[in-house]
Structures are given as structure tokens and as C-alpha cells.
């Protein structure tokens, strides 16, 4: 059998004709695993070490030690040069068009009517109210009974109420709060409740089942009528602008007396008559009215020494006076085209 330098070098010429045949990283790899990897010539050549004098042993093991770092250190260089040619390459083929036009992200936005609802909360907030969420399904009690409404109220009607099947019902006003809120917190009270209505009716351009509504009210000792329409004409100039006009008109709910409704002057034809107010140059925009006795009494308060106001308005109203929205579906059917018209 040839001497151990003599195998070293055999190996090694052979090692160097391979390197120079080696020209991608992939073949450089697989070179440096097959001379140098456990099943390799080199670990061979450890082995063949067991057949040497124990004299001649650390000569020779310094000699395989010294092939495997140079091999090693000629697959490293010959990598690290190869893998930044092949890197090159790649970029010069690849490119980017900085001129492109850049990805659109769609931004999503607030529906109108939380749009215009946002907008109304601000207000009142502004004037001192603190926004409460009353429940959408509640008892008839807190709906109609506790608001003082006859027993036999055609409100309460199955046409247009929406019973369920345990006794309670999905509430038609956002009124219901009011025996709620008196319930719980003792005057001066001053809340405005957001949220949903509903009511069974047959859904058309101007009406729908489903609808928003903002109720407000205000109890405290020697409230008047006087802070009910002040109130009124401040938050009115608020949303529709400094120059609206009101209208107080007497009117019936069965929580307030007296009951009012209050309309504007017509935003769209400023009073001359138009299809938008019906030819009568007023819009209708809320009711109102002073806080019956007895829904006072109901919500534990004593209508001898606390009064206050209260008023009730649709967003869906209001959104669509403001913008002139033809038909109150829109609300509900997400169309795109529709709700981007509101940025
Ligand atoms: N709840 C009434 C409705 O849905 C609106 C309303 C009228 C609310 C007069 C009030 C009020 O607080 O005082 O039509």
C-alpha cells in the first residue's frame, strides 16, 4: 500500500482538478461533503493512521489535519467568489420599475348614519351630555308602560311593534332609556342615548323596520320650558348650520307634557315649498316635550321637585335631509357606490 504523504498527495490533485471542474455553489457544496464530510477520503485517511508507528503518528496526523484545513479553506473561498458571482447574475436580471404606480389601498370609512351620529354626539357632549346605550330588546314596560302609555295605545299594536316569544319585545324608541337611566342614577341628569329602533312596518322609500334614533333628556330641579327650547335651537343651529329657523308645534306623546314637535325652516328650498318639505317650507325634525309626571314617578324621581325635557330624532332623518338621499334603503343595502359618496 502507497505511504500515508504520498496518498495525501494523490488526494490532494485530485481534490484541485475537481475544484477547478466546481463551477456553481451547488456543485461546491456537494464537493466540500464528499471530500470532507464523515464518509470521506479524509476521515479515510484518519483511519489508515491505526497502521502507523506511534513515532511517526503525530507527524502524519498533523499531516491529514493540514490537507483537511487546506481543502477546507479552498471549498470556503471558491463559495463565498461563486455565491457573489451567482448573486450578481440574479440582480442583473431581475429589475424593478420604479416608475409604476404605486398599490391603492382602499380606505374603509364610517357609514353616514354613524357619520352624522358621530356628528350629533359631539354636540351633545358639548353641552354637557354623557351618552348611555339602553337595550335594544326590553320589556313592555320600559317601552310603553313606564312611559305612561295607555294600555290600549295603538303604538303598542302587533302591526307595529315586534313581540317576541318570552315577553319582550325589540324596543320601537329609543325612549326606553329614560326609565332606565332615571332608575339608575339619581338627578341632575343629563343623557343622550344612540342606538337602534324597530318597528313592523312595510318597508319603503320612507320608512324601514330597522332605524336609528337619538334620545335625549334633562332633569333637574327648576327645569322649564324656556331650557327645553333653548337647548333645541342651540343643538338645531349646531347641525344644520347658524341660521336655521324652528318651528314649535304642540303635538301628543304620551311621556311629555306638553308635547312638542319642532321643524325647520326647509334646507333645500329655504321655505318657498319643494318636493324635499312637501310644499309646506318646514321639515319635521324631532319631538319633545317636558317629562310627564308620571314617567318621572316611574323612574323614582319626585315630579314635586325635579322636572326636565326630553327629546327623541331620527339619524336616518336627519342623514337624509342633509344630503337629499332619495330613499332610505340605501342605509342598509351597502352598496359600495353609495357609501363611498360620504368621505
Ligand atoms: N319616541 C318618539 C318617537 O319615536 C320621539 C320622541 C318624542 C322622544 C317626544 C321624546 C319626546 O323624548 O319627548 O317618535
Given amino acids: 500500500m502507497a505511504s500515508l504523504p504520498t496518498m495525501i498527495g494523490e488526494l490532494r490533485s485530485q481534490f484541485m482538478r475537481e475544484l477547478n471542474e466546481a463551477l456553481t455553489s451547488k456543485d461546491l457544496e456537494a464537493l466540500k461533503v464528499k471530500y470532507l464530510g464523515k464518509k470521506g477520503p479524509v476521515q479515510s485517511l484518519m483511519h489508515e493512521l491505526r497502521h502507523a508507528t506511534?513515532?511517526?503518528?503525530?507527524?502524519?496526523?498533523k499531516l491529514i489535519n493540514d490537507l483537511k484545513e487546506e481543502l477546507l479553506s479552498h471549498c470556503d473561498h471558491s463559495l463565498h467568489r461563486v455565491k457573489l458571482q451567482e448573486q450578481n447574475a440574479r440582480l442583473a436580471t431581475e429589475w424593478v420599475d420604479v416608475t409604476l404606480p404605486g398599490r391603492k389601498h382602499n380606505l374603509g370609512r364610517a357609514h353616514p348614519i354613524q357619520q352624522m351620529l358621530q356628528r350629533i354626539l359631539d354636540i351633545l357632549i358639548g353641552m354637557g351630555f354623557?351618552?348611555?346605550?339602553?337595550?335594544?330588546?326590553d320589556t313592555d314596560y320600559y317601552n310603553f308602560g313606564g312611559l305612561n302609555f295607555p294600555e290600549d295605545h295603538p303604538a303598542r299594536d302587533m302591526q307595529d311593534t315586534f313581540y317576541l316569544e318570552n315577553g319582550l319585545l325589540l324596543r320601537t324608541h329609543t325612549s326606553n332609556v329614560q326609565v332606565h337611566a332615571m332608575e339608575q342614577f339619581e338627578p341632575p341628569l343629563r343623557i343622550v342615548a344612540p342606538?337602534?329602533?324597530?318597528?313592523?312596518?312595510?318597508?319603503?322609500?320612507?320608512?324601514?323596520?330597522f332605524f336609528h334614533q337619538v334620545e335625549g333628556f334633562y332633569i333637574d330641579k327648576g327645569v322649564t320650558f324656556a331650557d327645553l327650547m333653548?337647548?333645541?335651537?342651540e343643538f338645531l343651529s349646531k347641525i344644520l348650520g347658524e341660521k336655521v329657523e324652528t318651528l314649535?308645534?304642540?303635538?301628543?306623546?304620551?311621556?311629555?307634557?306638553?308635547?312638542?314637535?319642532v321643524d325647520?325652516?326647509?334646507?333645500a328650498c329655504k321655505g318657498k315649498g319643494c318636493k324635499l318639505c312637501k310644499h309646506t317650507g318646514w321639515l319635521e325634525i324631532l319631538g319633545t316635550g317636558m317629562i310627564h309626571p308620571n314617567v318621572l314617578r316611574n323612574g323614582g324621581i319626585d315630579p314635586e321637585i325635579y322636572s326636565g325635557f326630553a327629546w327623541g330624532m331620527g339619524i336616518e332623518r336627519l342623514t337624509i335631509l342633509h344630503y337629499d338621499i332619495p330613499d332610505i334603503r340605501y342605509f342598509t343595502e351597502n352598496d359600495q357606490r353609495f357609501l363611498e359618496q360620504f368621505p
Fill in 130 to 137: 354623557s351618552v348611555r346605550y339602553g337595550p335594544d330588546v
Fill in 230 to 233: 333653548a337647548v333645541m335651537e
Fill in 195 to 209: 342606538g337602534r329602533a324597530f318597528r313592523n312596518e312595510d318597508i319603503s322609500a320612507r320608512s324601514h323596520i
Fill in 264 to 267: 325647520v325652516r326647509c334646507t
Fill in 248 to 261: 314649535f308645534r304642540p303635538s301628543y306623546f304620551p311621556f311629555v307634557e306638553p308635547g312638542m314637535e
Fill in 54 to 61: 506511534s513515532e511517526e503518528r503525530p507527524q502524519l496526523g
